[in-house]
């Protein structure tokens, strides 16, 4: 799966010149929290975050008054407060590259770019629902979690032995075990009974961790 599959395509953005305060009020009408900021031509400039203006904010320790709080803070512009050394994504890049990327560098978003122009946005939200999605998280059946060797052809020995009991996988995923001889799986099925996944698995001499109806 590629960003462009989950960007947002049309993402909220703003002038360089804006008031933080008019800027955190798009942030919070449009329900986001980081906004790519454009120059005059359009061209990406920056990335302002929400943290980014409520840090710009003067203190409440402050000695000013609210008088020249309110006008410091409608002066205070974005391009004054913004990120300008902006990593960015293109629409080709493999989706687990870019929560890598996100992850590394501790950020919860990425501008899209081709050739030279934002076509998008992904975030760690998009990331969260394809999460969801790999894990079956919207759809009933039963939920094994199992430790498995770390081997070829195990992986096979479980889908095959699934479908030999009639069960559909609706969503498998795998993750890394607590050594690197073992694997962590796990697996959602319908039409097969618990009973039934719970004696193949013992047939196979897997070990289930977890075992529900979700």
Known sequence: MLVRERMSRRPVTIPAGTPVTDALRTMRRRGVRRLPVLDDNGRMVGIVSEKDLLYAAPSPATSLSIYELHDRLTRLTVDEVMSREVITVGPD???????????????????????GRLVGIITETDIFKVFLEMLGARDSGLRLTLDIPERKGEMARLTTAIAELGGNI?????????????????????????????????????????????
């Open 170 to 214: 609706l969503a498998l995923g795998t993750f890394l075990g607590d050594d690197p001889t073992t694997a962590v799986v796990t697996v959602k099925v319908e039409d097969v009974s618990l009973e039934q996944l719970q004696a193949a698995m013992a047939d196979l001499d897997l070990t289930i961790v977890d075992a529900r109806e979700t």
């Open 93 to 115: 890049t493999p989706l687990e590259e870019a929560a890598r990327i996100m992850t590394d560098h501790k950020i919860g978003g990425l501008p899209v770019m081709e050739d």
